[in-house]
């Protein structure tokens, strides 16, 4: 039967396998035998089609191989399989942390096996140095994906002299590496000194927003209340949803209580799809996964799969697939085997769609013909084939 392998961790290799016929095993299964590296090998139960071997050395290249067994003794291995573990992913370097009043400013060097790395990831917390007076402190962590040549973040919106943790790591498709750790407080609230005249006006209330056309919006607020203060004007910040990119922040300003924010520019997310990857299931499909955009400007609604076995064909001659904005993975079927397919994936938002990400590719296997008496045998139950 055929053995599966993957890591899910650097020390870890998880093994599957389907269990073989009546006919191959001639008798009842009543362990495996798991054998791997020069001489080591393990026993597993025969009702198992499972196994995690543990304590294995990072970034080390594996033989492994299983042979079925019953009362009599075990059959013939299969072939040998090769496997290297992960790699260790360190943590990131000169780890600096800056707090002040309501933000703590976050900056760090690559990972020493920077090479290996898809981005970072900076988690902050409140950390439980003073409980409150219920003996409870929420422990829910923020946790932000950044890209790869990130090396500072900065965090708002905090609370003033309390103590928070903050993490940062680099990962990849695999694995999370080791986490850089920073405990401290933030700066005490600043006594601000008695205001002369008046003081700054409170906010407009009552904010109603009016979609006019696809790239205009029609704003209208109500005056700040139970304020006598003349007011100048108005400021309005205005983004896509859920963008971190500055260059797209604009702003307007309006002596009355409304305004026109147009023109808006209608776009999809700013990136593509992140960590595309292919991977073959049979000479016929390919599994397709990948993660969602760094920055959707938006909510994801849908994806779209192109693929084509000719790289330089016009885009509109690719055949394509149509995936709900939830999705994390697809298999493409109906392939042909032995063959050469190029792939791209592209997300879209209500607004639009965004850019495509890179081409990757990925040969489908050729079908495996086999002769044993046991294949033929089965061959003939299932199609009726005479075989001489």
């Given at each position: 039967s055929a053995l599966s392998v993957a890591s899910t961790s650097p020390t870890d290799i998880r093994l599957t396998w389907h269990p073989p016929s009546s006919q191959q095993s001639r008798g009842a299964l009543t362990r495996y035998r798991v054998d791997y590296g020069a001489v080591v090998s393990v026993e597993v139960r025969g009702n198992e089609t499972s196994f995690t071997l543990r304590g294995l050395q990072p970034n080390q290249m594996y033989r492994l191989r299983i042979a079925a067994g019953t009362g009599v003794g075990f059959g013939i291995p299969?072939?040998?399989?090769?496997?290297?573990?992960?790699?260790?992913?360190?943590?990131?370097?000169?780890?600096?942390?800056?707090?002040?009043?309501?933000?703590?400013?976050?900056?760090?060097?690559?990972?020493?096996?920077?090479?290996?790395?898809?981005?970072?990831?900076?988690?902050?917390?409140?950390?439980?140095?003073?409980?409150?007076?219920?003996?409870?402190?929420?422990?829910?962590?923020?946790?932000?994906?950044?890209?790869?040549?990130?090396?500072?973040?900065?965090?708002?919106?905090?609370?003033?002299?309390?103590?928070?943790?903050?993490?940062?790591?680099?990962?990849?498709?695999?694995?999370?590496?080791?986490?850089?750790?920073?405990?401290?407080?933030?700066?005490?609230?600043?006594?601000?000194?008695?205001?002369?005249?008046?003081?700054?006006?409170?906010?407009?209330?009552?904010?109603?927003?009016?979609?006019?056309?696809?790239?205009?919006?029609?704003?209208?607020?109500?005056?700040?209340?139970?304020?006598?203060?003349?007011?100048?004007?108005?400021?309005?910040?205005?983004?896509?949803?859920?963008?971190?990119?500055?260059?797209?922040?604009?702003?307007?300003?309006?002596?009355?209580?409304?305004?026109?924010?147009?023109?808006?520019?209608?776009?999809?997310?700013?990136?593509?799809?992140?960590?595309?990857?292919?991977?073959?299931?049979?000479?016929?499909?390919?599994?397709?996964?990948?993660?969602?955009?760094?920055?959707?400007?938006?909510?994801?609604?849908s994806y779209r799969i192109l693929y084509s076995i000719k790289l330089s064909e016009p885009e509109h001659l690719w055949k394509n697939l149509s995936e709900d904005g939830g999705v994390r993975s697809v298999a493409v079927r109906g392939l042909s085997s032995g063959t050469r397919y190029f792939f791209k994936l592209g997300a879209s938002t209500e607004v639009g769609p965004g850019p495509f990400s890179p081409v990757k590719d990925v040969q489908t296997p050729l079908p495996k013909y086999g002769v044993s008496r046991d294949f033929i045998l089965h061959l003939s139950t299932q199609t009726k084939h005479t075989f001489i």
């Open positions: 299969s072939e040998w399989v090769q496997h290297q573990t992960l790699a260790l992913i360190f943590a990131p370097t000169e780890l600096k942390v800056r707090p002040r009043e309501n933000m703590i400013n976050v900056t760090w060097q690559p990972s020493p096996n920077h090479a290996l790395i898809s981005g970072y990831k900076l988690s902050y917390q409140e950390a439980e140095a003073d409980e409150s007076f219920d003996g409870k402190r929420s422990q829910y962590a923020h946790t932000i994906r950044l890209r790869k040549k990130a090396r500072h973040h900065l965090l708002t919106g905090l609370a003033p002299d309390r103590q928070y943790e903050v993490r940062v790591w680099a990962f990849n498709k695999q694995v999370d590496g080791a986490a850089a750790v920073w405990k401290g407080r933030t700066d005490k609230a600043t006594k601000l000194p008695p205001t002369v005249g008046h003081p700054p006006p409170i906010p407009p209330s009552t904010i109603q927003a009016t979609s006019n056309s696809s790239t205009s919006i029609w704003l209208r607020w109500e005056k700040p209340r139970f304020s006598n203060i003349r007011i100048i004007n108005y400021t309005v910040r205005c983004s896509p949803s859920g963008t971190t990119n500055a260059s797209l922040v604009t702003y307007h300003t309006s002596r009355k209580a409304q305004t026109s924010l147009s023109p808006l520019s209608p776009s999809g997310p700013s990136t593509p799809p992140e960590e595309l990857q292919l991977s073959t299931l049979d000479p016929s499909s390919v599994l397709v996964s990948w993660r969602p955009p760094l920055e959707p400007n938006g909510i994801i609604v």
